[in-house]
């Protein structure tokens, strides 16, 4: 192992919790919260609020109008009405349900998109988009080297996570076929500034909370962000607040408040 790295986690032991779905997550202690909500769980969070609209949104990816966004939205709000009715008691019955309904949309999977994960956390939306994604560049920067935490770490239906986790601490790179996963070691606004215009297709805007890790939440963010991404493109995120939303919209992003989350689209 790189012993910089291992330096640099050195008595950040992860204080594990366990989600609805029996997966786990963690809490950090310098933000106050969560990765994860609970009453999901840290695999269904990342399932319903970022991978599976990601998924829908590439089968309009091409075709994306004023017409089309009207009909992708109302494509996440009948997920979120079949998941929430077809609810149980049977956790990996739900699972299964998750994951039906992100083959379902394999089919729409071909183009090459990139995808700004902001930011790594415990890495659940970048290693479930490397597994559900055919041809991506996921660019994920993470401030705290939470990566040595990892290598042991119990992921719940992710496949070769351990794989992912070794060739990030050795290189920050991960590489697999059309797919590539960039471990950015450091803040998010520094990176972000670094990227050309119009770059990114989706961004999955997953942060701690607007009060503890506002500078990823104010119009400044926003409008940094809208630069970077490409026309027709989107933002997942958990955030409902009536501040976030207006901070998205003043940065030119037509904005959806779902059940589970938002979702700003830059048209």
Known sequence: MNESLLNDSINKKLHIVQGADLSLSAYNEKYKQSYHCKSLGAYSES??????????????????????????????????????SNKSDDIESNIMKIETLAKKYTEFNNSKIRILDICFGLGFNALLALQHFKNVEIYSPEIDMILPN???????????????????????????????????????????????PNFFNIVFQDAFSKEYNGELWNLSYFQKLYKIMAKNSIITTYAKAKVILENASKSSFKTFKHKHGSIFYKS
């Open 47 to 84: 399932m319903i609020k970022h991978i599976l609209p990601a998924l829908v949104f590439l089968k309009y990816f091409d075709s994306l109008d004023s017409i089309n966004y009207n009909v992708f939205i109302d494509e996440i709000t009948n997920i979120n009405t079949f998941l929430d």
């Open 150 to 196: 990892l290598l042991d770490f119990n992921y719940k239906n992710i496949k070769n996570s351990n794989i992912v986790i070794n060739e990030l601490i050795k290189n920050r790179i991960y590489k697999e076929n059309e797919k590539i996963l960039y471990f950015l070691h450091g803040n998010a606004l520094d990176f972000i500034v670094s990227f050309e």
